[in-house]
């Protein structure tokens, strides 16, 4: 049995998209790193997110070029029909709610253009940080309705699956405060759990991670999906 590879997530996005002059969306695109990534790499980028905050914050974050954001969810994305070359949820297919993850991939297959890529990175509920995070909150059953809602998709009329593999990313913190920062900025209610909890919290975050370079850093599993529009 083949171990699972450990990838960058930049490596195996670049392996398998093609960015310079494409346009693309990152949906669920939180802070706007990834987008800001996208940009550098040639991309004309919008990131959409439902979430006032993050939008906010990617905002105020110095731009890589001329990407923009919008506020919505991704139910109901403000796209004109076949605008896009890539649409992208990173990390972010589990965080729409479950009732509407099927209309999430609906919604985007309608803004791709015939030929287009939807390439979507899940974490796979597993693994030391994962362990850690669920005392906050435990998204086994979200995320397994997110691959559910996945498959459905590859089976219907409006995508064709490319290609799906695991792999081990590694996440990266410069400390404690840095990964307690990132689990309240993904969903602000988690903010009376996440302080009543600190110390334990801060204990299983120190115990759990490998120190590299003076960071913290967790290898978690991931799957990425490649579907086409036909």
Avoid: W
Wanted: aromatic share 6%; net charge negative; charged share 30%.
């Amino acid at each position: 049995m083949n171990a699972t590879p450990r990838r960058t997530h930049r490596d195996v996005l670049e392996e398998y998209l093609a960015l310079a002059g494409a346009r693309v969306a990152d949906i669920g695109c939180g802070d706007g790193s990834l987008v800001r990534n996208l940009t550098r790499a040639g991309a004309r980028v919008t990131g959409i997110d439902p979430s006032e905050g993050q939008i906010a914050r990617a905002r105020a974050a110095e731009p890589a070029g001329d990407e923009d954001y919008i506020l919505a969810g991704a139910e109901a994305l403000p796209l004109p029909d076949g605008s896009l070359d890539i649409a992208i949820f990173f990390n972010a297919l589990h965080h729409v709610p479950v009732a509407l993850q099927g209309q999430a991939l609906e919604e985007a297959a309608r803004a791709l253009k015939p030929g287009g890529l939807l390439y979507i990175v899940e974490p796979i509920a597993a693994g030391r940080y994962f362990e850690i995070t669920r005392g906050i909150e435990d998204e086994t059953e979200v995320r397994a309705k997110a691959h559910e809602a996945l498959q459905a998709a590859a089976r219907g009329p409006l995508y064709e699956l490319r290609r799906e593999l695991t792999y081990l990313a590694p996440i990266r913190y410069e400390d404690f405060a840095q990964f307690r920062a990132r689990l309240i900025a993904v969903d602000e209610r988690r903010r009376s759990l996440v302080e009543a909890r600190e110390n334990e919290l801060r204990a299983a975050f120190e115990a759990g991670a490998e120190r590299h370079d003076g960071a913290y850093t967790f290898d978690q599993p991931f799957r990425l999906d490649i579907m086409g529009r036909p």
